[in-house]
C-alpha cells in the first residue's frame, strides 16, 4: 500500500560529510604538487575524485534501498546494512502492539526537517522493528492504525 523511504536531510548531510572529508586530501595534493609531475598531480587528482565518487555512489545506492514497506497484510523494513548484506523485518499488522516515535525536536515543524524514529512491537515483543530517519514518523503511525484491521 504504501513504501517509505529514509528522511531526505540526513542523508543530504551525510553526503555533505563525505564531500567535507575529501578535503585533506586535495589539500596535501596541493601541499606535495610542486614535488610531483603535472601527470601525476592530474592523476592523483583523478583518483581522489574517483574515490569519492565511489563512496558518494555507495552512499545513494544503500539510502535509496532501504525501505519501510506496509501492505495491508503486514509491515516490512528491508534494511541494507551493505550492499551485500541485507535485514528484512516483517511485522503482521493484527499482531502489532505498540508504536513509538520520536521526532528531532522542535524543528519537526518544517517538512524538510520532519524526521525521526519509527519504533513498531509486536504482541510477543520478540518482532521490534525499527525505522531510523523516517519521514514524518507520526504520520506512518497513522497510516498503520488507518489500516490496521480491527
Sequence with gaps: MKVYRHHRTPFIIDLFKIIIGSFPFFLLLYLFGSSISVKAYFIAHIVIISVFTLVLIYQALI????????????????????????????????????????????????????????????????????????PDPEGIRQFIYEHKPN
Design 63 to 134: 539510502y535509496w534501498l532501504d525501505k519501510l514497506v506496509i501492505t495491508d497484510q503486514r509491515v516490512v523494513l528491508i534494511d541494507w546494512k551493505f550492499l551485500t548484506v541485507r535485514k528484512e523485518y516483517e511485522a503482521e499488522l493484527t499482531d502489532i502492539q505498540d508504536i513509538i516515535t520520536r521526532e528531532k525536536g522542535i524543528l519537526a515543524v518544517f517538512k524538510w526537517l520532519d524526521y525521526g524514529t519509527f519504533r513498531l512491537q509486536t504482541a510477543s515483543h520478540a518482532s521490534i522493528i525499527e525505522f531510523v530517519d523516517a
